[in-house]
RNA sequence: GACCCUAUCGUCCAGUGGCCUAGGACACCGCCCUUUCACGGCGGCGACACGGGUUCGAAUCCCGUUAGGGUCGCCA
């Protein structure tokens, strides 16, 4: 399907992907995918910092991390290039010329400035409505620059240029710039050319209330990457914030969203990012990825940790992650949550010890360490049989012998399935770890 | 300060004049399930900022106040 919607992204090369672009990255792709049309990725580096190919990669990193393809742009190539701003001067001397013959402009210290027309000008806008500026006193809205007196260019006038000559059909970006639209409209006026549509969607800010900077934690796509956060659980959650699929759904598949995705439900508000519920969301993934997805995501996790893995066999590593799966939200819980697996210098939880090492489990413990010793098939099945054989001869609950005998094999009182971590560790390690805690019995 | 946007549970969203004693999700608290922790199930806590209108009837419409955010650059 062909279609003449054209959207962009316009980041400036920071070195990093800001949470809020990445969403208003994501709403654009969202909506040329929806309609059919082209995203536009365009690098807006007026400044001509030096390293613009390197900070510009790691804003695509965080693009394609996300899912996120452009289809002209840096990379990607296409017809209206190129995707550099620093690359385009010729262009925007066509357009300062053309300004200037229409007598839109003056001189003031060596800077070209535009004078505005001094009139209302109502941006009709997709998300916030319909806004009537009044741009008639200069005192309140100062004519802009368009270039400095080294030969520089503004923003505001190279945006618009741009949008101008890459078709631009939608601008959907942040509200942050709703203000300075009607400036950029009597530009694009000025220039003999149709304004686009506009859809200004509302910002994100942090739970205190302020707008997310990238002082912020957790401001940049690039710490989820980091911290072992799945791409599509990410994604939904920067989907949520500012639109919705108006039914109470939260957990909806890319291509659902691509379908109904509409900035009619963009909401108006600002919107806080709430850390705990991506962290709900991407549980939610984690524990659906397939057995593979979630192995190699486990390892870099374990790797990044510090835990070596490599020493083990392939099939323990695989068996002792897969004991871990649908219990962590995150994979950088990973190294806590089982850790033990790979290392035999257990560190016991000062709680747990004070609780399940006492006296009184003392002689329970070895009962365990007993039974375990005379198991023929060291399998989760015959262990919890086993196990649950002991408590009846001691006359104690089940979980007089589990609590014990967890804490003394991984440290933890919390982990996976203690008969499935039992099984994968092994006979030979499950009884000396028993052995070691029995020493460190009060 | 001027101009602009916004205003429903702590947070993210539903709600567009009567279906609302306001619904869902996260978080939090109970209970159940259970070898731990999770998951899951059940239940609880918890909001229409305030004041005026309009209307037979307002969370929903209008005005004001307050609050939050944004923009007013020779930053992007």
Known sequence: M???????????????????????????????????????????????ARNTEEAAAAIYDGLKWL????????????DFGPYFQSERHEIYERHLKKLQDGGHTFEDNGAVRFRSPREHVVVDDLVCGQIDFDLTNPETHPDMTVRRPDGSWIFHFVNVVDDIEMKISHVIRGEDHLSNTPKHIELYRALGATPPR??????IHNKDGSKMSKRDQGASVDYYIKRGY????????????GWSPKDNREKLPIEEIVRIFDLKNVVRSNA?????????LNGEYAREVGEVEFNSMGLAALKAAGVKWEEYPEEYVRAALQTCQGKINTFDELPAYGGFYFTDDIVFNPEGVAQHFTAENRPRLEAV??????????????????????????????????????????GSNAGPSLYHLLEVLGKEKVLARIDRALSLFS
């Open 272 to 280: 806080t990012f709430d850390p705990a519920k991506l962290h709900w």
């Open 67 to 78: 899912g996120l393809d452009w289809d002209e742009g840096p990379e990607a190539g296409g």
């Open 230 to 241: 799945l791409a599509p659980a990410v994604r939904n959650y920067l989907c949520l914030l």
């Open 2 to 48: 062909s279609s003449d919607i054209r959207v962009r992204f316009a980041p400036s090369p920071t070195g990093y992907l800001h949470i809020g672009g990445a969403r208003t990255a994501l709403f654009n792709w969202l909506f040329a995918r929806h309609h059919g049309g082209k995203l536009v990725l365009r690098v807006e580096d007026t400044d001509q």
């Open 369 to 410: 360490r007993g039974a375990f010793a005379a198991l023929e098939s060291f399998s989760a099945a015959a262990i919890e049989t086993t196990l649950k054989a002991s408590a009846g001869n001691l006359g104690v609950k089940v979980g007089a012998l589990v609590h014990p005998t967890r804490l003394a094999v991984t």
């Open 198 to 203: 506009f859809a200004h969607i509302a910002l």
